[in-house]
Structures are given as C-alpha cells and as structure tokens.
C-alpha cells in the first residue's frame, strides 16, 4: 500500500523520467533542470541516496556538456585549418598569374597584344552571360578560343586557358 509520499515520490521519478527523455534528444540544459528538480523532491523526502545519485548524474551532464563545447572549438580550429590552406591555394594561383604577367612580358609584341585583346573579349562575353545574352557569349568565347589556338605553344603554354574557355562554351551551349 502506498505511503504518504508516494504521489510526491512518483513526480520526482516523473521528472527523472522526463530528464533522460530530453537527455536523449540532446537537450541537455532542460535534462540538467528536470534533474534539479527531481533532487529538490527526494531533498524534501529525506532521500539522501538518490539526491547523491542524481548529483552525479548531474555532473556528468555537465562534463558532456563541456566536452561538446571543447569539440565545437575543435571544429572551430578544423575550420581555421581549413581557411589557411584555402588562403595557401589562392596565394597560389596568385603566384600563377603573376607568373604568367611575367611570360608576358618577354612575349612577342603581337602575342601581347592578341593576349590583351582576349583579355577584354573575356570580359565581355562574362558581362554577356550575366545578362543573359547567351548566343552573344558564346561568340565572343569562340572568338577567344580561337585567338588562343592561334598563339603558338612554343611561345606560351596556355593549355589551362584553352580548357577553361571550352568549359564555359560548354555551359552556355547548355544554357542556350
């Protein structure tokens, strides 16, 4: 037959119930509160056992808790890692161009000045594309595509060029 506290004792084991529940869907702060609660109730009831037991399962939720945050720093540096090897590959391709200005630079004067015409064909078939006019890109692109086969490999390597430029015909063509 149930004691006088039967019906207090069973909130509290309710709450416990409750906090391993919110436990399970990682809500940890609510599970930690719910505990609090149950420990106030077994306080009350002169269980001395159970609030030492809870007290420890409190504990460990904390310690999870603050593992967790650790982990959210490690990924916090993992994506620091991350952003200075992305910052190495662009320095790279930096170096690449700024390499490239340089072959220029010993480069023919009729090579200089066909480079510099695709570089501002370029960048108006870029501007065409953004707007829209598809048939009028992939003009410009060709154009560029054939001025770059037109430049001798011996002079000036621009095979990445050449492929760069084929990607972006290929695109529009599918766009258009």
Known sequence: ???????????????EKQSKEEFNKKNF????????EAKEIYRKLGFQGKVGMLNQRIARVKNLIKHEQQGAVTI??????????????ETEQ???????????KVLPSE???TLEKIKLLVEKAGREEKLGNYPRA????????????????????????ISEIEKKLSIIKNKN
Do not use: C, W
């Open 111 to 113: 090579v200089q000045t």
């Open 29 to 36: 702060i609510l599970s930690i509160s719910l505990l609090e």
């Open 76 to 89: 916090t540096k993992s994506q620091d890692e991350f952003n200075k090897r992305v910052k190495k590959v």
């Open 94 to 104: 930096q170096r690449h161009q700024e390499k490239q200005l340089a072959e220029q």
């Open 138 to 161: 992939l003009e410009r692109y060709e154009y560029v595509l054939e001025l770059y086969r037109s430049i001798p490999i011996e002079i000036i390597n621009l095979s990445n060029e």
């Open 1 to 15: 037959m149930p004691g006088p506290f039967y019906e207090i004792e069973k909130e509290a084991e309710n709450l």
